[in-house]
């Protein structure tokens, strides 16, 4: 079987003090709001847990932040040559990193193109959409180093993708981030939306649920032109949608409609269930102290599905969109149901139902899905 760790190896420290940072909202709200760098032997521990829940198959290290390159180059090797050492037979291993790329250089891209890591590095768009929240610790835009890194990583021949984080600006100008992605031949993207805080409610830079479908129907069609012309550019959650309606499991967890155990491990080993979650009352265990298996017997793992339930939208029930997203993910819940009787995702999809299931059958039959 397969068995996926999300690995937090520097907790919620940062080089970067983006505007909307959702961990920074998530660690404030828990009573240690950063555990500081991973000590080997938790590194170790974890490895160990993870080989041990596997069974065999494939065990997937996913490393994300606050920032992961902040533990250092020296953790990520030790902790690949752990792992390399402790593998089981017959077991294979992967690799992905989400990160700002700021401190990726040569000697990183090596390492990172030696163990087969898959990149997600972080882009806003365009220099002036970036620069306006992802900010380094003195105010200044970061989007020059970003765009030096998609160099380096391409030098190395690092596998990468990108994620953007659409807030309220970047969303007015779908056609501009389309061509951004397009003139800078960044074909695999993955774009989120900026969401209130947690307990703060509507930020400077969140959406609004009319602006967020909005820009998914005009980026959707333009989207869909570009691969009409014979130019494919991967769209996770486009790809998803595809992909459901041609009668296929959805990779996203957010379009499950039903929360499932990710197993997020913070850097003094606490296992969380999500990465949304990584707070106090969801806290599972400790790697140190218990097997990952026995995670799914504790009181936080209890209270975390609990709360999902109680959190579902009842007009989701009857909502013809409900196959395409199961009443979605529970962090963007409140997001969706913000204005009575209108929800941004079941508008996207009206307008873009019937295309979706027209580029499943055409990928259905060339053997492209």
Same mark, same amino acid.
Not at 26 to 51: Q, W, Y
Not at 74 to 103: M, V, W
Not at 209 to 238: C, H, Q
């Given at each position: 079987?397969?068995?996926?760790?999300?690995?937090?190896?520097?907790?919620?420290?940062?080089?970067?003090?983006?505007?909307?940072?959702?961990?920074?909202?998530?660690?404030?709200?828990?009573?240690?709001?950063?555990?500081?760098?991973?000590?080997?032997?938790?590194?170790? #521990?974890?490895?160990?847990?993870?080989?041990?829940?596997?069974?065999?198959?494939?065990?997937?290290?996913?490393?994300?932040?606050?920032?992961?390159?902040?533990?250092?180059?020296?953790?990520?090797?030790?902790?690949?040559?752990?792992?390399?050492? %402790?593998?089981?037979?017959?077991?294979?291993? $992967?690799?992905?990193?989400?990160?700002?790329?700021?401190?990726?250089?040569?000697?990183?891209?090596?390492?990172?193109?030696? %163990?087969?890591?898959?990149?997600?590095?972080?882009?806003?768009?365009?220099?002036?959409?970036?620069?306006?929240?992802?900010?380094?610790?003195?105010?200044?835009?970061?989007?020059?180093?970003?765009?030096?890194?998609?160099?380096?990583?391409?030098? %190395?021949?690092?596998?990468?993708?990108?994620?953007?984080?659409?807030?309220?600006?970047?969303?007015?100008?779908?056609?501009?981030?389309?061509?951004?992605?397009?003139?800078?031949?960044?074909?695999?993207?993955?774009? *989120?939306?900026?969401?209130?805080?947690?307990?703060?409610?509507?930020?400077? @830079?969140?959406?609004?649920?009319? /602006? @967020?479908?909005?820009?998914?129907?005009?980026?959707?069609?333009?989207? /869909?032109?570009?691969?009409?012309?014979?130019?494919?550019?991967?769209?996770?959650?486009?790809?998803? =949608?595809?992909?459901?309606?041609?009668?296929? %499991?959805?990779?996203?967890?957010?379009?499950?409609?039903?929360?499932?155990?990710?197993?997020?491990?913070?850097?003094?080993? $606490? =296992?969380?269930?999500?990465?949304?979650?990584?707070?106090?009352?969801?806290?599972?265990?400790?790697?140190?102290?218990?097997?990952?298996?026995?995670?799914?017997?504790?009181?936080?793992?209890?209270?975390?599905?609990?709360?999902?339930?109680?959190?579902?939208?009842?007009?989701?029930?009857?909502?013809?969109?409900?196959?395409?997203?199961?009443?979605?993910?529970?962090?963007?819940?409140?997001? @969706?149901? #913000?204005?009575?009787? @209108?929800?941004?995702?079941?508008?996207? =999809?009206?307008?873009?139902?019937?295309?979706?299931?027209?580029?499943?059958? *055409?990928?259905?039959?060339?053997?492209?899905?």
């Amino acid at each position: 079987m397969s068995f996926s760790l999300l690995i937090k190896p520097a907790s919620s420290l940062c080089n970067l003090r983006c505007r909307y940072c959702f961990y920074a909202d998530v660690s404030k709200n828990r009573e240690n709001a950063s555990f500081g760098c991973m000590k080997p032997e938790v590194a170790h #521990t974890l490895i160990d847990r993870a080989f041990a829940a596997s069974h065999g198959g494939t065990v997937s290290f996913a490393f994300q932040g606050g920032e992961p390159t902040v533990a250092g180059l020296d953790f990520f090797r030790d902790f690949t040559a752990y792992a390399d050492e %402790h593998c089981p037979k017959g077991t294979q291993i $992967s690799y992905t990193i989400q990160t700002n790329g700021i401190l990726l250089d040569d000697e990183w891209c090596a390492f990172l193109k030696e %163990h087969a890591f898959l990149v997600g590095l972080s882009l806003d768009g365009p220099k002036q959409e970036h620069d306006l929240c992802r900010v380094d610790a003195q105010d200044r835009g970061t989007f020059q180093t970003v765009m030096q890194t998609v160099q380096r990583l391409r030098a %190395h021949h690092v596998d990468f993708n990108i994620l953007t984080v659409l807030t309220k600006t970047l969303a007015r100008h779908p056609q501009q981030l389309f061509s951004f992605y397009k003139k800078n031949d960044l074909r695999f993207v993955q774009i *989120i939306p900026c969401l209130d805080s947690l307990e703060d409610g509507g930020g400077a @830079y969140s959406l609004t649920p009319e /602006l @967020y479908a909005s820009f998914l129907k005009t980026f959707f069609r333009l989207w /869909l032109d570009e691969f009409r012309r014979g130019n494919y550019i991967s769209v996770r959650l486009f790809d998803n =949608l595809v992909r459901m309606a041609a009668g296929q %499991h959805p990779e996203q967890c957010g379009l499950l409609g039903q929360c499932q155990c990710q197993f997020v491990a913070e850097a003094d080993g $606490s =296992l969380y269930p999500c990465d949304f979650y990584v707070l106090d009352p969801y806290r599972m265990g400790n790697v140190m102290d218990m097997p990952l298996e026995d995670m799914f017997k504790s009181e936080g793992y209890k209270a975390f599905l609990a709360d999902n339930e109680s959190s579902r939208n009842p007009k989701c029930e009857t909502c013809w969109a409900r196959p395409a997203c199961g009443g979605g993910c529970r962090r963007y819940r409140p997001f @969706y149901f #913000t204005k009575e009787d @209108y929800c941004p995702y079941a508008d996207f =999809l009206t307008a873009c139902a019937r295309d979706i299931r027209w580029l499943a059958r *055409i990928l259905s039959q060339e053997g492209g899905i």
